[in-house]
Antibody, heavy 124, light 106 residues
Framework: EVQLVESGGGSVQPGRSLRLSCAAS????????MHWVRQAPGKGLEWVSG????????GYAESVKGRFTVSRDNAKNFVYLHMDRLTIEDSAFYYC?????????????????WGQGTLVTVSS | YELTQPPSVSVSPGQTARITCSAD??????FHWYQQKSGQAPKLVIY???KRPSGIPERFSGSSSGPMATLAISGAQVEDEADYYC??????????FGPGTKVSVL
């Protein structure tokens, strides 16, 4: 059974940093790209970032480019999202999602499985 | 790059709910559909326009024609009440979700 468990969310002041983690199990981790998708409370889904199977190809939404960094550790089956210079608009549930194996070499494609999300609240 | 969906769709139990998704480009990309029930993570219900992942009921079906796709729920059940998001992805325009459609079955 595929399991994706996010952690690292919490409350933080504007301008500060936070690192989210996602522990993956139940599938061959380095066969898949991995993604982060967020959802502000009561709002729609927004793709944030994706990383290919070996961690050398990453993509970011324009809204986070230059502030967020995605990475992965295939030895530990973890994917991370390091978020710098957080703003109030970054407040959301952040979901870790497993990408389709068909797109392993890239950061696009659909998401086959999702974690339950971790909440990030940016507030002064 | 944008995807357009109706904000809401309402059907009676047993009827067919149809949710449309319109892309503003001409590129021929796959449409994918996600279901999100209240308080839960999204779940893939249709991928590559018409394919149904394992475990998704047969009453869910997808179709597409050019820049538009439709998700149909035949014989909708109360348990199908959820927000439904269409999604497209490619290397040119990136990964884009539609705004979501709230489906009510009542």
């Amino acid at each position: 059974e595929v399991q994706l468990v996010e952690s690292g969310g919490g409350s933080v002041q504007p301008g500060r940093s936070l690192r989210l983690s996602c522990a993956a199990s139940g599938f061959v981790f380095d066969d898949h790209p991995m993604h982060w998708v967020r959802q502000a409370p009561g709002k729609g889904l927004e793709w944030v970032s994706g990383i290919n199977w070996n961690g050398y190809n990453m993509g970011y939404a324009e809204s986070v480019k230059g502030r967020f960094t995605v990475s992965r550790d295939n030895a530990k089956n973890f994917v991370y999202l390091h978020m710098d210079r957080l703003t109030i608009e970054d407040s959301a549930f952040y979901y870790c999602a497993k990408g389709s194996q068909e797109y392993a070499s890239s950061w696009y494609g659909q998401f086959d499985d999702w974690g339950q999300g971790t909440l990030v609240t940016v507030s002064s | 790059y944008e995807l357009t969906q109706p904000p809401s769709v309402s059907v009676s139990p047993g009827q067919t709910a149809r949710i449309t998704c319109s892309a503003d480009g001409l590129a021929n990309k796959w449409f994918h559909w996600y279901q999100q029930k209240s308080g839960q993570a999204p779940k893939l219900v249709i991928y590559e326009d018409v394919k149904r992942p394992s475990g998704i009921p047969e009453r869910f079906s997808g179709s597409s024609s050019g820049p538009m796709a439709t998700l149909a729920i035949s014989g909708a059940q109360v348990e199908d009440e959820a927000d439904y998001y269409c999604y497209q992805s490619d290397s040119t325009d990136g990964n884009v979700f539609g705004p979501g459609t709230k489906v009510s079955v009542l």
